[in-house]
């Protein structure tokens, strides 16, 4: 079926610290997944993807993994920053009907403490 | 370049009635997909056009449909509202299908009274 779970719901961390979230998606004909942070208010905004072609890929503080085997890959916040806190979205791509579709995970919320 | 416009920003209706959404993509983006975003519920996709065909369909009901015209612009529309509908209408538009960066728009947020 057509699934992206994500853990954790909610991530509470001290500013400085690590973040890791985790998806998990089922077709493992996924060939893209991007992820996203949404602000209060705001419109979700594409902070790093990665391809299945690849294994990790870092911009600065975050980073993303990818295991095709086990069909899951993860965002790495590090050295945390207030700024940091938002809701992030996992998504994998999903063929149907001849076109790929994002599906998405259910969503993060991040908060860091100062 | 201009973003994702999404117009109106916010709506309220009551059951029954019908409602229409408007977004205008990126210059040059010919994809546009729509999603349904509750609390809790993550952003759940309803369809995608490209070149003013649908591509692609969540898991809606028919009450839910869109078009694209020929400058890119898409719009969806809802009949007969009902309570649960009430959420943020997001979309977001790409040069290609999901396997392409997508950007959203803020979203016009609908509430059914």
């Known amino acids: 079926g057509e699934n992206v779970e994500q853990h954790p719901s909610t991530l509470s961390v001290q500013e400085g610290d690590s973040a890791v979230i985790k998806c998990t998606y089922s077709?493992?004909?996924?060939?893209?997944f991007p992820w996203y942070k949404q602000e209060l208010g705001k419109r979700p905004q594409l902070i790093i993807d990665?391809?299945?072609?690849?294994g990790e890929k870092k911009d600065q503080r975050i980073a993303v993994t990818l295991n095709k085997t086990a069909k899951h890959f993860s965002l790495h916040i590090t050295e945390t920053q207030p700024e940091d806190s938002a809701v992030y979205f996992c998504?994998?791509?999903?063929?149907?009907?001849?076109?790929?579709?994002?599906?998405f995970g259910a969503g993060t919320r991040l908060a860091v403490h100062p | 370049k201009a973003g994702v416009t999404q117009t109106p920003r916010y709506l309220i209706k009551t059951r029954g009635q019908q409602v229409t959404l408007s977004c205008s993509p990126i210059?040059?983006?010919?994809?546009v997909s729509w999603y349904q975003q509750t609390p809790g519920q993550g952003l759940q996709f309803l369809f995608e056009?490209?070149?003013?065909?649908?591509?692609n369909k969540g898991n809606f009901p028919g009450r839910f449909s869109g078009r694209q015209f020929s400058n890119s612009r898409s719009e969806m529309n809802v009949s007969t509202l009902e309570l649960g509908d009430s959420a943020l209408y997001l979309c977001?538009?790409?040069?290609?299908?999901?396997?392409?960066?997508?950007?959203f728009g803020d979203g016009t947020r609908l509430s059914i009274l």
């Open positions: 977001a538009s790409s040069l290609g299908d999901g396997n392409q960066p997508q950007h």
């Open positions: 077709d493992s004909a996924s060939n893209y």
């Open positions: 990665i391809r299945s072609n690849v």
């Open positions: 998504a994998a791509s999903m063929f149907s009907g001849g076109y790929n579709k994002l599906i």
């Open positions: 210059s040059g983006h010919r994809s």
């Open positions: 056009y490209f070149s003013e065909t649908q591509r």
